[in-house]
């Protein structure tokens, strides 16, 4: 990954946008030695719960929550605490199978090439999730994805993206295609390395799998013949 949690040498504190009387500030620590790069400051962003709170004319406060419009509007404040980086977790559709609570976790990922239809506009109508996907460049979903990027460069920020290569979740297309790709449970199925990760199948890394590795690789140019995200940290 480009950042680690070993060369971040310079670490943010800030307080809840959802919390706007609040004072905020940014505290960083300097290490010696360590490039331009390791001195960046990365702002984490959860895009499904990220919120915006705007007082109205009555003076009560609206809180709008969950898309990239949402993000892209504060965009500004998150520049101003000193983020060099805005690095969003997975933003693509969860899985459906043994899914986790009502609505799952952004690690269980049903589709590598496609933006969960949550995180896209407010103002569009909701989309069927062949319009989520981006390998199409007039596709909304990839439209969405580059405006948020064109709006990050805007501010000066880089964009990074999770990609998660750990696994899958059990009906993401790869894991029905390719089980030979995944861990196996003692029934011979595509199964989690961790017992309590019962919403997902763990890809297999033990053996060289060049056609599963092109197929990832594969994942990653689309996402930047997108011009979306240029940096990546993997899971």
């Given amino acids: 990954p480009f ?9 943010t504190a800030t307080m809840s946008s959802a ?13 010696k030695n360590a490039t331009p790069q390791q001195q960046q400051v990365v702002y984490q962003v959860f895009p499904r719960n990220h919120s915006v709170v705007s007082r109205t ?31 969003l977790l997975p933003v693509y559709p969860v899985g459906e199978v043994r899914r986790k609570g009502t609505l799952g976790s952004p690690y269980a990922i049903r589709d590598y090439l496609a933006v969960d239809p949550s995180l896209l506009p407010s103002a569009q109508p909701p989309l069927p999730p062949d319009a989520c996907r981006v390998v199409d460049d007039d596709a909304p979903a990839t439209r969405a994805v580059v405006r948020l990027a064109d709006a990050l460069h805007r501010e000066n920020m880089l964009f990074m993206l999770d990609v998660v290569f750990a696994h899958t979740s059990p009906d993401n297309l790869v894991a029905q295609e390719h089980p030979e790709w995944f861990h196996r449970g003692p029934d011979g199925r595509p199964a989690p390395i961790v017992e309590e ?17 092109d197929y990832l690789v594969g994942v990653l140019q689309v ?13």
């Fill in 19 to 31: 919390l706007p009387l609040l004072p905020r500030r940014l505290c960083t620590v300097e290490c």
């Fill in 57 to 87: 004319d009555t003076g009560a406060y609206a809180v709008r929550t969950g898309s990239f419009d949402v993000l892209e509007e504060d965009l500004p404040r998150i520049k101003s605490l000193g983020a060099d980086v805005v690095y």
């Fill in 3 to 11: 950042f680690s949690s070993a060369s971040l040498c310079r670490a």
């Fill in 223 to 235: 996402h930047c013949v997108a011009r979306a995200a240029l940096t990546f940290a993997y899971s």
């Fill in 197 to 213: 990760w019962w919403d997902v199948v763990s890809f297999d890394w033990s053996v060289p799998v060049p056609a599963m590795w």
